[in-house]
C-alpha cells in the first residue's frame, strides 16, 4: 500500500515578530496566502529561528568569540 503525502510549498509565519519563511511541508492548513503572484497554504507558527532564545545567543555567542580572539591577538597572549 503506497501512502500519498500532501507535500508542497507551505508558507509559515512567526506571530512574535511577524517573519516569514517558505518551506515544504505536509501541514494540513486551513488559510492560504498569495506571495509572488501564487497561492500557497499558510500556517501561524509560535517559535522559529527568528524568535527562539537558542539561535538569538548562537549569533551573540559567535560576537564574544570573535571579540575575545582579537582581545588575544592584540596583547600577544
Do not use: A, C
Amino acid at each position: 500500500m503506497k501512502i500519498k503525502n500532501n507535500y508542497r510549498l507551505v508558507i509559515f509565519k512567526d506571530i512574535n515578530n511577524n517573519k516569514f519563511f517558505i518551506t515544504r511541508s505536509t501541514i494540513k492548513t486551513k488559510y492560504k496566502i498569495k506571495y509572488k503572484n501564487k497561492i500557497y497554504p499558510f500556517y501561524n507558527i509560535d517559535i522559529s529561528k527568528y524568535s527562539h532564545r537558542f539561535y538569538i545567543d548562537n549569533i551573540k555567542d559567535n560576537k564574544i568569540t570573535g571579540r575575545v580572539e582579537k582581545f588575544y591577538k592584540k596583547y600577544n597572549l
